[in-house]
C-alpha cells in the first residue's frame, strides 16, 4: 500500500485524511484503466444497521470511485442520491 493523498477544501491540500492507498481487483489486459481516488462510507442507525447499495451486481457500502470534481464527502453521498 502507499500513502493516500490528503484532502482539504483544495483537493491538493494537505488536509486531516491520513489513510492507506489499496488497490481492488486487477487491470484487464486490452482494456483502458484510469487510477482514481474512491471513498466510501459505513452508515448506521441507532439500532446498528448499516446501509448498503443494492446493484445487479451485488451489495455495497456507499461511495466508489470519485469524479475529477468531488471531495471524499460528496462521492460517498452520489450512490444514495
Given at each position: 500500500m502507499?500513502p ?26 486490452g ?12 452508515v ?31 462521492t460517498?453521498?452520489r450512490?444514495?442520491?
Amino acid at each position: 500500500m502507499r500513502p493516500a493523498r490528503r484532502f482539504a477544501g483544495d483537493r491538493n491540500e494537505a488536509g486531516p485524511f491520513d489513510a492507506q492507498v489499496r488497490t481492488f481487483g486487477s487491470p484487464v489486459p486490452g482494456v483502458n484503466h484510469t487510477p482514481r481516488l474512491a471513498a466510501y462510507a459505513v452508515v448506521h442507525d441507532d439500532r446498528g444497521l448499516v446501509a448498503v447499495v443494492h446493484t445487479s451486481l451485488g451489495y455495497f457500502l456507499p461511495g466508489g470511485g470519485a469524479l475529477d470534481v468531488e471531495t471524499p464527502e460528496e462521492t460517498v453521498v452520489r450512490p444514495t442520491a
